[in-house]
């Protein structure tokens, strides 16, 4: 009887582990599917905050989103796939969305003169990642490029390009900080959690 107790204690032990090492093991998912696993706010990488009458939104991409986003635009070719994540992994991206009640574009939002729209321009164009940067823990990494994408009032919001240098604590969350100077909003601080990125799927590229 103490050998089948032993034994069966043995057999608990196993399965166990081998249950732990099944719910350790991430999920794999095609391009495609990836795409919408990043994007789907549930994740934690797509995360916004609301200030009366605007939004800031954020989504975190990880490399392997740009390049699933080029192989489903016909950007790049699936034989070209490893080649693209090594040449997008020393920095890190994000799309910063900027969404204003009552307007098709943040352009023209509570404008009160048509030079503050072209000040408004030439803020968006060349100057706005200077009040853009990525905190992990105690390291500042500063906006090494925002490219604005103009909607001419096609789409009711805006959406900032951003990419940030490499990571240097890759356990650290991610703090998103946009000191806002144009919609007196202040300072905004849209958080990525690390658990989030660490949950992230491998990808199927086949």
């Known amino acids: 009887m103490n050998c089948i107790k032993v034994v069966q204690s043995r057999l608990f032990v196993i399965l166990i582990l081998f249950s732990f090492l099944v719910s ?7 391009h495609v599917d990836y795409i919408n696993w990043v994007e789907n706010e549930d994740n934690g990488l797509n995360v916004g905050k609301e200030f009366k ?17 080029e192989l489903v635009n016909g950007g790049i070719k699936n034989n070209e796939v490893a080649t693209r ?27 009160k003169s048509q030079n503050e729209y072209y000040e408004r321009l030439e803020y968006f164009m060349n100057n706005i990642q200077n009040d853009l940067v990525l905190i992990e823990d ?6 090494l490029l925002a490219h604005f994408e103009r909607s001419y009032g096609l789409s009711p919001y805006n959406n900032f390009v951003l990419a940030f240098g490499k990571s240097i604590n890759k356990k650290a969350d991610k703090l998103i900080v946009f000191d806002d100077n ?6 905004v601080i849209l958080k990525i959690e690390n658990k989030d990125i660490e949950d992230e799927p491998a990808v199927n590229w086949n």
């Open 182 to 187: 144009i919609f007196g909003t202040g300072r």
């Open 24 to 30: 350790c093991k991430k999920a794999t998912l095609s």
């Open 85 to 111: 994540i090594k040449e997008l992994g020393n920095m890190q991206y994000a799309t910063l969305r900027i969404k204003v009640a009552n307007s098709n574009e943040v352009m023209g939002a509570n404008i």
């Open 53 to 69: 009458d605007i939004n800031f939104q954020i989504l975190y991409k990880p490399v392997s989103y740009i390049v699933a986003k």
């Open 138 to 143: 105690k390291d500042t990494l500063p906006c």
